[in-house]
């Protein structure tokens, strides 16, 4: 299988290095695609640099992985799913691997998540994806992550040729024996930072951010980090909103 890595933190992150040497001891024939700069909060945005119709990317060497190609691309990362679809980077890829994410991806604020839009982008295109990210903005305990990876990576290669599924986890930023293992969780119904309104001026307006320190609910991706459990959860691509009457909108 063909597995393409991508991030919204940068080809230079270490996530990205973790996750694509999960990808190479899987066997997978593993390219590496990611924006040259930060591009979180970016979604499923399709915002990339061009100079006379050309893609703007170049050739990097990661270390630890020699033998893979990787491209830091002038693109955000849902960008660079698109076109990966197409064969911008090789064939087509059977697989997308994005992360591993320097931050936690939960709660509904997966909407706005790069990491998890170029992971719904694949999905949108036929291809299954999985999206990895770590609770600590700059994590320490990569084999906890890794160890996670490997194991939904494996159920994802073993699940192949049906419908495509994109699958998010997130990890304690712990020692693997500090883990308490790996559980499903629905999603949170905030994310982990929420938003206030400050000063409102004219021409502006202030904001500032805040984790969230409201009562977490039972079974839900934030609830189960905060106890020490990594958790997985299956997301929906796109798609139409089921039992919604439009009759009175619609000619006959």
Not at 29 to 47: H, M, N
Not at 203 to 214: A, I, N, Q
């Amino acid at each position: 299988m063909r597995a393409l890595v991508t991030n919204d933190d940068g080809i230079d992150s270490a996530g990205i290095r973790a996750l694509a040497r999960v990808a190479t001891e899987a066997k997978l024939d593993v390219v590496v695609a990611a924006p040259d700069t930060e591009y979180s909060g970016s979604s499923a945005s399709l915002t990339a640099l061009e100079e006379d119709g050309k893609l703007l990317m170049h050739e990097k060497s990661l270390p630890g992985l020699d033998g893979v190609r990787a491209f830091g691309v002038e693109a955000t990362p849902g960008f660079i799913a698109f076109a990966a679809a197409y064969g911008a980077f090789g064939p087509a890829p059977d697989l997308v691997l994005s992360g591993v994410n320097h931050g936690p991806n939960t709660g509904h604020a997966v909407l706005h998540s790069g990491t998890v839009g170029a992971a719904l982008t694949a999905r949108t295109h036929g291809t299954s994806a999985l999206a990895m990210s770590c609770v600590s903005p700059d994590p320490v305990h990569w084999e906890s992550a890794t160890e996670m990876a490997t194991r939904v990576l494996g159920w994802l290669v073993d699940n192949a040729g049906g419908d495509p599924l994109t699958l998010s986890v997130n990890v304690p930023d712990r020692p693997l024996a500090d883990v308490r293992g790996l559980r499903t969780a629905r999603l949170a119904s905030f994310g982990a930072v929420q938003a206030d309104v400050g000063e409102t001026g004219e021409g502006y307006v202030t904001m500032t951010f805040h984790e969230v320190d409201e009562e977490l609910e039972p079974g839900t991706d934030a609830a189960l980090l905060a106890d020490g459990w990594a958790t997985v959860t299956s997301l929906a691509a796109p798609c139409e909103a089921d039992g919604v009457d439009l009759s009175a909108l619609t000619d006959t």
